[in-house]
């Protein structure tokens, strides 16, 4: 059995898929497998998962007919024998050493979590690349039944819940799978949410373990279409139950307000974004606000957010918190990003 099963969807990625896999297959630590799933390729991404598979017997390759992200991560988890799972974006550049640092913290720690941090790169249609940055966290660990507060400090130094820069143990795993209903996105702060729930030990550590890219991919009118925006507001809903399963699990009814009040704050902060980039209009804004406030008042309630004390805002942040708690959060849109200042 394989120390770690490294999941990889694979969807018309020919101009980055053999750098992505050879990142995994380069780790220092060799006692892996590398699963392909093909989700529907028609750029010849196909041919080559099964020449990487061909040429080393740790990497298995499926085909499927494309059925998006989640399904194709959900076959890769089907198939993975690992007591370790790991993700890794068909475009994406794990760093030689992240998967045996964060096995050696597993193993350390009896963790059913390892997160580390990462560098995150986004591309426009022109190609061209910035990097948006972020301070790193504190390394901390996070152990079921000890301090209660300590859940809200691993939230906030493991930063966004993504799946590329971490590693879990697939029996803590069970039989959690990544929710088709996230079909703009958002699957991987559900996924997270779900799984706080389940498992017992985690461990933050500030070590850059990937390099992640946003790329370009279609149109961007199809990224920030009226569906797309509506499909990620459904999507937040379940992220928003994920994290009251987690809550309850990990907090206390007297130590949990200030913990529910960040991740309020961060579904907020998270639809500020997503509607200002589409440049929404103001049906859509009306709707999203609504939907997702009648979600945090059922799953997440909260007396308020006092957004001058939610920890780890910038002042950006701090502003969108602001605007929500004044019913004016449509104004956020006159905030140009940083990318746009660029």
């Avoid at 898929?17 to 780790?27: D, G």
Wanted: hydrophobic fraction near 45%.
């Amino acid at each position: 059995m394989a120390s770690v099963s490294v999941i990889m969807p694979v969807y018309n990625a020919a101009a980055h898929l053999e750098a992505a896999v050879q990142s995994v297959l380069r780790q220092t630590l060799q006692d892996l497998e590398l699963i392909l799933v093909d989700d529907g390729s028609t750029d010849g991404s196909a041919a080559l998962c099964d020449a990487a598979a061909a040429a080393d017997r740790r990497v298995r390759t499926v085909h499927q007919a494309n059925a998006g992200i989640c399904a194709a991560r959900n076959r890769g988890l089907e198939l993975a024998v690992g007591e370790y799972v790991s993700f890794c974006d068909d475009d994406d550049v794990f760093l030689p050493d992240f998967l045996a640092t964060a096995l050696a913290a597993a193993k350390e720690n009896d963790a059913d979590l390892v997160r580390l941090d990462y560098r995150l790169f986004r591309s426009d249609a022109a190609g061209h690349e910035s990097e948006l940055r972020h301070p790193a966290g504190k390394a901390c660990r996070l152990i079921r039944g000890e301090n209660p507060q300590d859940y809200g400090a691993f939230l906030r130094a493991a930063g966004p819940l993504f799946v590329w820069n971490a590693i879990y143990r697939r029996a803590a795993l069970g039989n959690l799978c990544f929710d088709p209903r996230c079909r703009r996105g958002v699957e991987d702060f559900v996924f997270n949410a779900a799984f706080h729930a389940r498992m017992e030990r985690a461990v933050y550590l500030p070590q850059v373990a990937c390099l992640h890219y946003e790329r370009a991919r279609g149109s961007t009118s199809a990224c920030f279409s009226q569906a797309a925006v509506e499909a990620r507001v459904q999507a937040a809903v379940l992220w928003a139950q994920a994290e009251a399963e987690a809550l309850a699990r990990w907090c206390t009814p007297e130590n949990g307000d200030p913990v529910r009040s960040e991740r309020r704050a961060e579904l907020i902060t998270f639809l500020m974004h997503q509607l200002r980039d589409a440049h929404a209009p103001h049906k859509v804004r009306r709707e999203s606000w609504r939907t997702l406030r009648q979600a945090l008042d059922e799953a997440l309630p909260s007396k308020g957010i006092d957004f001058l004390r939610v920890e780890g805002q910038n002042k950006k942040q701090i502003l969108a918190l602001f605007l929500y708690a004044v019913h004016l959060q449509g104004l956020y849109q006159w905030f140009p990003n940083r990318e746009d200042r660029e």
